[in-house]
Nanobody, 127 residues
Framework: QVQLVESGGGLAQAGGSLRLSCAAS????????VAWFRQAPGKEREFVAA????????SYSDSVKGRFTVSRDNAKNTVYLQMNSLKPEDTAVYYC????????????????????WGQGTQVTVSS
């Protein structure tokens, strides 16, 4: 069983930065791919970024590519999302999720591939 806790959300101005953290319990976490999704009010949950178990492979949505960076520190059982050049349209609740596929080759980008989810952290970007 893996439990995920996000932190680091808050209020930022457009053009600013925030770093989200996803801290996990469970030794297996370091062997799973992890993704960040977000959900704005009235919208469906959308993929933001993902990273494979070793950190050697990442994937980003077109809307955040070049602005956001996903990374992980397996020694700390933590995945990060560095968000730069924030825009008001980045406002959403951000969730991290882990897929229980041991050392998967790829990084899934759809929510149905992820079993473990955090409670979410609010990110609000003002213009």
């Amino acid at each position: 069983q893996v439990q995920l806790v996000e932190s680091g959300g808050g209020l930022a101005q457009a053009g600013g930065s925030l770093r989200l953290s996803c801290a996990a319990s469970g030794r297996r976490f370091s062997n799973y791919p992890v993704a960040w999704f977000r959900q704005a009010p009235g919208k469906e949950r959308e993929f933001v970024a993902a990273i494979n178990w070793s950190g050697s492979l990442t994937s980003y949505s077109d809307s955040v590519k070049g602005r956001f960076t996903v990374s992980r520190d397996n020694a700390k059982n933590t995945v990060y999302l560095q968000m730069n050049s924030l825009k008001p349209e980045d406002t959403a609740v951000y969730y991290c999720a882990a897929s229980p596929v041991w050392r998967a080759v790829g990084v899934p980008t759809t929510p149905d591939k992820y079993t473990y989810w955090g409670q979410g952290t609010q990110v609000t970007v003002s213009s």
